[in-house]
């Protein structure tokens, strides 16, 4: 099955281009997950490999917890600023263009990393920054694909076990990175995330020049396009005809669904930036005899939220194929990822001190764990439902605000916890009122049903089977 599709009125010569594409088939589909979900474990192994190794490298190179402090935080500036940037580009050229262009420039800058460290800070601040302006484009380009090119009954699975990969890649730096460290040293656990990084950009690569060369571009009129032309394209079927014009930004944001998709997504952030930094921290601090387990409770809830993300996908998307209602099973999505965690994790802060409780409070972390991983394939997802065409864009904002908690809300419960004289039930209570208020909002104002945009170009879709 394949299909041509004529853009309408206004835009241009580009908007009279028409192209001869289809979803991805199952073995494509198959083989574009697997690298989705390489390509966030690798990304997030060179994301965090500073985490772990910011304490050999502070000793080696002389810096103070101020200095370490610049560092670790310069990743999130240059995050927070291309993820519109990132899903604009996605959403008018592709988003395996946008990830083989980001994925070499945050390669590379990892890679650097080993020889600008013993520079000065500054250049590895800057080292960090590019990582963090090219790593912000991932995500929305992740959005932008499944929105385009995966067939409609898989895209909630895709997007589920894809988003398992970045909880893989934490677990592999919390886990191996620690070991690496032990029995090496840090520059070599930066070339192997190095590495892992810039072979994952060379199969992107090769699976991305495979699919174009295996579509066909064609106008109406049976002319092939130029190489310049299929880059102009935003490709996709009828849904995802090239757009030449703007975001209709004011048009989507007026919309109540759009803003409970927001509200939701920073919920879901600040989770997912609040509890992996600062869990461990509670663990030394709450059971310093227990500290030979570090690997446990460092790679235990990582592990889990991968599983939950790839089992949340499956059950999520076969409930959506036995044709449930969509907004009732990604609103039933986010009551499991951010109510439960949040039950969780108020049985935490009522769990008493002693080595006796370390295993019960072990196994509520990693129970909170696995369920939150069901937020990928239930509140992130809501994305592609809302707006397939700008699916990409959306999605930098959300992810542009969602960066916020990691910016604001991280601190700010160090600061509690200095204020508090070390008392971890604020932090615990403060984290689940997030939790509940953002699920209520999306349960009262969220939805599945796709927006209906004036500023849409208009598209005539002339299907053809072959």
């Known amino acids: 099955m394949s299909a041509g599709y004529r853009a309408v009125g206004g835009g241009g010569e580009e908007c009279g281009i ?64 291309t993820q519109v940037l990132g899903g604009s580009l996605s959403d008018r050229y592709g988003g395996d263009v946008v990830q083989w262009v980001a994925g070499v420039v945050w390669s590379l800058s990892t890679l650097s990393s080993i020889y600008l460290a013993q520079v000065s800070i500054w250049p590895l601040v800057l080292a960090r920054f590019l990582t963090g302006l090219a790593q912000g484009m991932h995500y929305p380009a992740l959005s932008s694909l499944v929105a385009s090119k995966v067939p409609e009954q898989t895209k909630t699975k895709f997007f589920g076990v894809a988003h398992a990969g970045a909880f893989a890649g934490s677990m592999g730096v919390g886990i191996f990175g620690s070991l690496i460290i032990r029995w090496y040293h840090w520059k070599v656990l930066v070339l192997i ?81 609040i509890i992996p930094s600062w869990s461990p921290t509670f663990f030394n601090e709450v059971f310093p005899n227990r500290t030979a387990s570090a690997w446990l409770y460092n790679g235990a809830p990582s592990l889990a939220m991968a599983l939950g993300a790839s089992s949340g996908g499956v059950i999520i998307n076969q409930l959506i194929v036995q044709k449930y209602d969509i907004t009732f099973v990604r609103k ?97 209570l403060l984290q689940t009122s997030i939790l509940f208020a953002g699920c209520l909002v999306f349960l009262a104002y969220g939805s599945s049903r796709r927006l209906e945009l004036r500023d849409t170009p208009t598209a005539v879709a002339q299907s053809t089977s072959y």
């Open 193 to 273: 995330a190095s590495v892992l990084s810039l072979a994952w950009v060379a199969c992107l690569r090769a699976f991305s020049v495979r699919h174009h060369n295996k579509t066909r571009y064609r106008l109406l009129d049976g002319r092939t396009l130029s190489p310049t032309s299929r880059l102009k394209l935003r490709v996709g079927p009828s849904d995802f005809v090239a757009s030449c014009r703007k975001v209709p930004w004011r048009e989507i944001l007026s919309h109540s669904s759009v803003i409970a998709y927001l509200c939701g997504f920073v919920t879901e952030c600040s989770y997912a930036h």
């Open 332 to 428: 039933m999505g986010s009551c499991i990822c951010l109510l439960i965690p949040g039950v969780c994790l108020l049985l935490i802060s009522v769990i008493g001190r002693g080595d006796e409780n370390f295993y019960p409070t072990l196994f509520l972390l990693i129970l909170s764990s696995y369920f939150f991983g069901y937020a990928p394939s239930s509140i992130s997802a809501n994305t592609i439902d809302l707006t397939p065409t700008y699916s990409g864009s959306l999605y930098g904002v959300a992810n542009s605000l969602g960066t916020l908690p990691g910016v604001f809300a991280v601190p700010l419960i160090g600061y509690i916890l200095h204020s508090t004289g070390g008392n971890w039930t604020p932090v615990f």
């Open 18 to 81: 028409v192209s001869s594409v289809t979803h991805w088939d199952a073995e494509e589909t198959r083989c574009w997950l697997a690298l989705q979900f390489t390509g966030l474990a690798a990304l997030y192994f060179a994301r965090c490999f500073l985490v772990v190794s910011i304490v050999p490298m502070s000793v080696e190179l002389g810096w103070d917890e101020r200095q370490c402090g610049i560092v670790l935080s310069a990743f999130y500036w240059g995050y927070v600023l």
